[in-house]
């Protein structure tokens, strides 16, 4: 008995011992994963800025309205797709996709306003600016961002998914956004202007006849159009980037099935500061019997504005490309034949002619000698009266 009472105890302690031993172990877990997050964090910030570990592409999301968040030196008013007009935003409020914005500056300093459209994502202006936003439908993923005058910027996550916002101007249209880029708008009576500018992160550019797949990091372009749409300049001004220039169609045959198709023909060209190009487009008139088809001239110059490409086409017309026409095959036996009669009667034009200079010739070859022949007594005693001779 005396055993037993010593070891009931012992096996308490033990047991109790035991436990607390599993409860320092499931403590002493915690504490790590807890110090877990706090190191992340640290790495984080001492990681560059280009490489922000809250947001990644497939976790992004939009919010459902946008909110103004900051408001300098002007006055926001907002437009909302309900209408109802003009009201003055409200910092702190949210607004509906769909609206139309505009910042006016207030005199005192230089306006700024920003919205907050997503997690680190935001639209801002500069100066006296506007925009508008696409109407979305409930739970649309992606977002456009139409631009109407002055500096208008976007401030997005650098690993954001492709596809997910688009910049549109009338001209052309921007996609596949990440980072920071502003555009400048100015409209005058000769017709539009936008500079875009790439602060960091890249974006794609495209227009009609023209694409710039992807502008990175200081890259910056002027893109000019005219009023009626038929005039289109690019000017590289910051950086190297490639443009990819629509130069129509050219029908090739496949050589498994023999049949012909039509395949796109590009030019690559190099848009360093300085270089240009040049597009324009003339609609050919149906009133006087042309088709109604775009023709369009293509032209790149080097910074030194020399002449470094120049290409013509009409619009999905292989017989038509690069300033000349290929015409395909006659049925030449009409023509043969016409040929033949034209040179049988210049043939008989030619032995009638030939006939009468002959008949000509004789005559004048008669009289020449009946006329040699009266003279020649006349003359004879004269060539006789020589010396003797």
């Not at 042309?290 to 369009?296: H, I, L, Q, T, W």
Request: hydrophobic letters at 35%; one cysteine or more.
């Amino acid at each position: 008995m005396m055993i037993r009472k010593r070891t009931f105890p012992d096996k308490v302690a033990c047991a109790v011992f035991a436990a607390c031993a599993v409860f320092c172990a499931f403590a002493q877990e915690a504490a790590d994963e807890s110090a877990a997050p706090a190191a992340e964090n640290a790495t984080d910030e001492a990681k560059p800025a280009e490489a922000p570990a809250v947001q990644t592409g497939k976790e992004f999301r939009f919010m459902p309205l946008m909110r103004l968040k900051e408001v300098r030196g002007g006055n926001v008013e907002i437009s909302s797709p309900d209408g109802g007009g003009w009201k003055a935003a409200v910092p702190g409020r949210y607004y509906p996709f769909g609206s139309e914005v505009r910042l006016a500056g207030d005199g005192s300093a230089e306006a700024f306003a920003r919205f907050e459209i997503g997690t680190k994502a935001s639209v801002t202006l500069s100066g006296n600016s506007s925009f508008a936003t696409r109407d979305i439908a409930i739970g649309e993923k992606t977002r456009a961002v139409l631009l109407k005058s002055g500096t208008v910027g976007l401030d997005l996550p650098r690993s954001l998914k492709d596809g997910l916002i688009t910049v549109v101007t009338p001209d052309f249209v921007c996609s596949n956004l990440a980072g920071e880029s502003k555009f400048e708008c100015t409209e005058s009576a000769d017709g539009r202007e936008v500079v875009v500018r790439v602060v960091t992160g890249s974006l794609s550019l495209e227009g009609r006849h023209y694409k710039i797949v992807r502008m990175g990091a200081a890259n910056q372009v002027r893109v000019c159009t005219s009023t009626d749409a038929l005039l289109t300049s690019l000017r590289g001004e910051s950086g190297d980037y490639k443009v990819s220039l629509d130069c129509g169609v050219k029908s090739v045959l496949d050589p498994e099935t023999g049949a012909s198709k039509d395949v796109p023909q590009t030019i690559e060209y190099g848009l360093s500061p300085k270089c240009a190009v040049k597009i324009w487009r003339k609609v050919s008139d149906k009133a006087a019997g042309g088709s109604g088809r775009m023709a369009v001239a293509v032209q790149t110059f080097d910074a030194q504005g020399r002449d470094k490409n120049f290409r013509t086409f009409f619009e999905a017309r292989s017989n038509i490309n690069s300033g000349e026409l290929i015409v395909p095959p006659k049925d030449t036996s009409k023509e043969e034949a016409e040929k033949t009669e034209s040179a049988a009667t210049d043939v008989e034009e030619v032995s009638a002619t030939d006939t009468a200079s002959s008949a000509a010739s004789s005559s004048e070859s008669s009289s020449s000698e009946s006329s040699s022949e009266s003279a020649a007594p006349a003359q004879a005693p004269a060539a006789d009266s020589g010396d003797g001779l």
